[in-house]
């Protein structure tokens, strides 16, 4: 992937002043992103001093050069949940049904749940509820129903780190008939011990190419005992049975190397949450040599973004699988 000379392309002095939260703020990063009214429009992780975690919108003409809002995304009726949310964070935007969804996580006591939220303007936004029953995190919508069924991935967090965090080993496909109720199916992506993504989770809302649904996720090599590294990398499903792996790539395709990657807030960190392909052909399928936009997080410090085509990420999949 090539990396914007722009980078990192939002940073904590680009956030404007909103009092009383957003003073002299700490961080911007993990943004969801989509292509909005011709306009590239990111939701970008703010955190405070408090580290206390605030959503703001950003918009651009050019992919690269962002203006950000000056006020605090609020979901409307999130007040009616009875349980206290400590942080609403890493927004995955999934245009389905000429809606916007946008599913978030949540820490809330003990426990790492996922939210819906939904727009149709960017402008006011609605609060679904809950949606994961379990500690889950990196929720992420298709954008179309599969066999009558709404479908996402996500990463239910069923073991407990040393660190005291929940974590889990492998991606999960789920799915609805309402976006409110979700059924775990099946294990689609697993963590590959001693290797660059030994922990992984989906990144951004999958994207329908011919040769089936192309997923970016970040995986975590957790072996060097000392540091965690967040990385990138792809995998592709079935069109029309997704919990079918078809392949996988072996190596990442983005990994910490920059200094704004290396250093920060939590070093050695690459975390893509989301993604814009600039061109569909008349079937929506994603068009082989169309750019594709990249936003990630860099050591959950800024916003960066990389670039690549539908292609390249398609041959990323298989690329060395062929060797032992
Ligand atoms: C994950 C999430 C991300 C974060 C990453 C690196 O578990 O909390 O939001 O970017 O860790 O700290």
């Given at each position: 992937m090539k990396r914007s000379k722009k980078n990192p392309i939002i940073t904590r002095r680009d956030i404007p002043l909103v009092k009383p939260h957003l003073v002299d703020v700490t961080s911007v990063f993990n943004p969801g992103a989509v292509k909005y009214k011709d306009k590239y429009l990111l939701l970008l992780r703010v955190q405070n001093r408090g580290r206390e975690t605030f959503l703001m919108k950003a918009v651009s003409d050019n992919g690269e050069d962002f203006t950000v809002d000056d006020r605090i995304i609020r979901f409307e009726?999130?007040?009616?949940?009875s349980k206290k949310i400590y942080h609403i964070y890493d927004p995955r935007i999934t245009r389905l049904e000429d809606k916007y969804y946008i599913m978030v996580a949540l820490d809330m006591e003990n426990s790492c749940r996922l939210g819906l939220a939904v727009t149709e303007d960017f402008r006011e936004y609605r609060w679904l509820g809950i949606v994961s029953d379990d500690d889950n995190r990196n929720g992420v919508l298709f954008p179309e129903k599969i066999n009558g069924r709404y479908l996402r991935f996500d990463r239910p967090n069923r073991s407990r780190l040393e660190s005291g965090v929940n974590s889990g080993e492998a991606v999960f496909l789920s799915d609805s008939d309402d976006l409110r109720h979700w059924r775990p199916l099946v294990s689609v992506l697993e963590g590959r011990r001693h290797?660059?993504?030994e922990r992984p989770g989906a990144g951004p809302p999958p994207v329908k190419t011919t040769k089936g649904w192309l997923l970016v996720y970040h995986g975590i090599a957790e072996h060097f005992r000392s540091v965690n590294i967040y990385q990138a990398g792809a995998a592709l499903f079935d069109l029309?049975?997704?919990?079918?792996?078809v392949a996988r790539s072996r190596y990442n395709i983005l990994e910490p190397r920059e200094p704004y990657e290396l250093t920060g807030q939590v070093p050695n960190v690459v975390f893509p949450s989301g993604l814009i392909v600039e061109r569909y052909d008349r079937n929506g399928f994603a068009e082989p040599d169309s750019p594709v936009y990249l936003y990630y997080g860099a050591a959950d410090t800024s916003v960066c973004r990389a670039a690549t085509t539908v292609k390249e990420l398609l041959n990323t999949c298989y690329e060395g699988n062929d060797r032992e």
């Open positions: 009726g999130i007040e009616k949940v290797y660059w993504d029309d049975n997704p919990a079918r792996l």
